[in-house]
C-alpha cells in the first residue's frame, strides 16, 4: 500500500482569501504591524487558526528585520552557572515574560575568549533582535561589545562605572543596610562582613550597604573577606576572618550560598549561632531553610528581576521607551540571627 502524501502546508496567498483582505494586509496582520485594522487582523487570526497556517520564519524575518530571538548574556564561563539557583530563577523569569510573545531566548556564556567571539558574531551578523546582559565586571569588555551592535541592551544590574540606558536591578545597597541593621539592633557590634566579587556592581553595592550601616551605627567593620558567591567561597572567606578576628559575633554574608558556608565553617569551629556568632544572608534562595539553623536573610525577588529584564527588553525592541526599574527588598529573620 503506497505511503499517504505528506500534507501540504497553507500558503499566505490562502489564508488572505479566506480572509478576504489582500496578501499584504495578510502579512501584515500575521507580523503584528502597526496600522492594522482590528477587523483585518481578526479575520487573518481566524483564517490561520482554520487553516493551520505556520507563518515561514526566515521569510518574516527578511520582511521585518527580525529574528525572533533574544539573548540572555552572562559574564562567565562555567556552564555550571546556569544550574546555580539565583540564574535559574532568572531564566525561569525571563521565560514567563516571553511566554506571550513571538520570541525565543537564547542562553550565552561570554566571559573567555571564545565566548566573546561568538556573542560579538551572533551581534555582527543580527542573530538576535536584542540582549539583557548580566554578571558583569568593571571594566567588561562584553559593555563595549555590546554598545557597539547598536541592539536594544538591557542589564541585569548597573555595571560598575557606567549608567546603561535600561536596567532592572534589585536594591542591593539597601538590603545590605537592612542586614547589617537587623545585626546591630540584636546588640552585635563585632560584625564581619563576606562580600561578594567586589569587581561586580552587586559586590560592590552589598558592601557599601555594610559600611553604611555601620558608619551610622558608630561602629568600625570587623573584618572584610571577600567571595564568589558560591558556598566554597564563603566557607573559604569564614576561615580567614576566624583566623583574623576570631572575637567577631556576627557576619553578614552577601549572599546565601555564601553564607550557607559558613555556617558550616562555624558548625565545624565550635561557634554556636546565633548564641556566639549571628549570621544573615542575601537573596533568600531556598538554601536559606536547609541550613542548620534556617538561614535569617534579605529577599529579592530573583524572578521578577527576570521577568521584568524581559519585559523591559521586549518593550525597547518595539519601539517604546520604558524607564529601568529598582526592585524592592526586604528581610525574613530565621533562626541564625
Known amino acids: 500500500m503506497a505511503a499517504a502524501a505528506p500534507r501540504r502546508q497553507p500558503t499566505l496567498d490562502e489564508v488572505a482569501e479566506r480572509a478576504g483582505v489582500s496578501r499584504s494586509a495578510a502579512s501584515r496582520a500575521i507580523n503584528k504591524a502597526p496600522h492594522v485594522s482590528r477587523a483585518t487582523r481578526d479575520a487573518v487570526e481566524t483564517a490561520v487558526r482554520e487553516l493551520g497556517y505556520l507563518p515561514n520564519r526566515t521569510a518574516r524575518a527578511l520582511a521585518t528585520r527580525q529574528t525572533g530571538i533574544v539573548a540572555l548574556a552572562v559574564s562567565h564561563d562555567d556552564p555550571e552557572l546556569f544550574a546555580d539557583p539565583f540564574y535559574a530563577q532568572v531564566i525561569v523569569g525571563v521565560s514567563a515574560a516571553l511566554e506571550d510573545t513571538d520570541l525565543h531566548l537564547l542562553l550565552c556564556l561570554?566571559?573567555?575568549?571564545?565566548?566573546?567571539?561568538r556573542l560579538l558574531n551572533l551581534l555582527q551578523?543580527?542573530?538576535v533582535d536584542g540582549i539583557m546582559l548580566m554578571a558583569l565586571h568593571g571594566d567588561d569588555p562584553l559593555t563595549h561589545i555590546v554598545d557597539r551592535a547598536?541592539?536594544?541592551v538591557v542589564h541585569g544590574g548597573r555595571p560598575l562605572r557606567t549608567e546603561p540606558r535600561?536596567?532592572?536591578?534589585?536594591?542591593?545597597a539597601g538590603g545590605a543596610r537592612l542586614a547589617t541593621e537587623h545585626l546591630i539592633g540584636l546588640g552585635r557590634t563585632r560584625i564581619a562582613t563576606i562580600t561578594g566579587q567586589l569587581l561586580t556592581d552587586v559586590g560592590d553595592a552589598r558592601h557599601r550597604g555594610y559600611?553604611?550601616?555601620m558608619a551610622m551605627a558608630?561602629?568600625?567593620p570587623h573584618g572584610?573577606?571577600?567571595?564568589?558567591?558560591t558556598e566554597a567561597g564563603g566557607a573559604a572567606a569564614m576561615r580567614s576572618l576566624l583566623d583574623r578576628h576570631p572575637d567577631l559575633d556576627a557576619v553578614f554574608a552577601a549572599s546565601d550560598n555564601m553564607a550557607a558556608g559558613a555556617l558550616r565553617v562555624l558548625s565545624g569551629a565550635g561557634r554556636s549561632v546565633p548564641a556566639e556568632v549571628a549570621v544573615v544572608g542575601f537573596d533568600d534562595l531556598g538554601i536559606a531553610t536547609r541550613t542548620d539553623p534556617p538561614l535569617t536573610t534579605v529577599h529579592q525577588s530573583i524572578q521578577a528581576l527576570g521577568r521584568e529584564m524581559a519585559r523591559v527588553l521586549v518593550a525597547v525592541i518595539a519601539g517604546q521607551e520604558p524607564t529601568s526599574i529598582i526592585l524592592p527588598t526586604r528581610l525574613v529573620r530565621r533562626g541564625s540571627a
Open 125 to 127: 551578523t543580527r542573530g
Open 224 to 229: 572584610t573577606a571577600e567571595g564568589d558567591f
Open 211 to 213: 559600611r553604611e550601616a
Open 150 to 152: 547598536g541592539l536594544p
Open 110 to 117: 561570554a566571559s573567555s575568549g571564545r565566548g566573546r567571539s
Open 166 to 172: 535600561w536596567y532592572v536591578d534589585s536594591d542591593n
Open 218 to 220: 558608630g561602629l568600625t
